[in-house]
């Protein structure tokens, strides 16, 4: 069982920036994908930024250019550089982690079908 921890949340005004964290114990697979995820009231989940081992990257067209995805793979911890934050952008977020053969594009579509664990969530609040 894999434990996901995500800390960073909190209350910012529109234009403010936050940054997310996710710390995860040992996952069962040396290459994997690890993403954050937002859902917000009465809204289904959606897919906001994926990072794999090997590097690659992947961004919801809603937040490119503005969030930051990085993945520190000595730590097992993802992190969440949100800048420009505007009021669509309240939601839960969440931290999960999953098989790295899927493409990150898919996670984002499914809003992160497949992935194996999932943490408890950190709210995000923005203020217009």
């Known amino acids: 069982q894999v434990q996901l921890v995500e800390s960073g949340g909190g209350s910012v005004q529109s234009g403010g920036s936050l940054r997310l964290s996710c710390a995860a114990s040992k996952y069962t697979y040396s290459f994997y994908s690890m993403g954050w995820f937002r859902q917000a009231p009465g809204k289904e989940r959606e897919g906001v930024a994926i990072?794999?081992?090997?590097?690659?990257?992947t961004y919801a067209d809603s937040v490119k250019g503005r969030f930051t995805i990085s993945l520190e793979i000595a730590k097992n911890t993802l992190y969440l550089q949100m800048n420009s934050l505007k009021p669509e952008d309240t939601a839960m977020y969440y931290c999960?982690?999953?098989?790295?053969?899927?493409?990150?594009?898919?996670?984002?579509?499914?809003?992160?079908?497949?992935?194996?664990?999932w943490g408890k969530g950190t709210l995000v609040t923005i203020s217009s």
């Open positions: 990072a794999r081992t090997d590097g690659s990257t």
């Open positions: 999960a982690i999953g098989p790295s053969y899927y493409p990150g594009s898919r996670y984002i579509k499914t809003g992160g079908r497949d992935m194996d664990y």
